[in-house]
Nanobody, 119 residues
Framework: VQLQASGGGLVQAGGSLRLSCARSGTIFKIDRMGWYRQAPGKQRELVAT???????NYADSVKGRFTISRDNAMNTVYLQMNSLKPEDTAAYYC??????????????WGQGTLVTVSS
């Protein structure tokens, strides 16, 4: 399984970006996909996740501004980011949580896509 993230870039404060994460390769089951971010000098943190059943979870810092969505097959996950702030500047990483068989859980990470928000 490979995850390909895209959509990052430079945007002014108050602007919007849409990140995409495309999953390729076969896997027994995907339970949840999500976005994490890591700013320079800081630990990686959760941004938003979505389950195969459609349940969503957001970090408090992005609630009301970011929206996570997916296609029905969990092949692609999106992160719509509105009202961006300079503190949203970070490398954004896509993560998939699933099973390679009914008993073996495994996590997959994509490469980061850089989001820079200028003030």
């Amino acid at each position: 399984v490979q995850l390909q993230a895209s959509g990052g870039g430079l945007v002014q404060a108050g602007g919007s970006l849409r990140l995409s994460c495309a999953r390729s390769g076969t896997i027994f089951k995907i339970d949840r996909m999500g976005w994490y971010r890591q700013a320079p000098g800081k630990q990686r943190e959760l941004v938003a996740t979505i389950t195969s059943g459609g349940s969503r979870n957001y970090a408090d810092s992005v609630k009301g501004r970011f929206t996570i969505s997916r296609d029905n097959a969990m092949n692609t996950v999106y992160l719509q980011m509105n009202s961006l702030k300079p503190e949203d500047t970070a490398a954004y990483y896509c993560k998939a949580e699933g099973f390679t068989d009914p008993w073996s859980a495994r996590d997959y990470w994509g490469q980061g896509t850089l989001v820079t928000v200028s003030s």
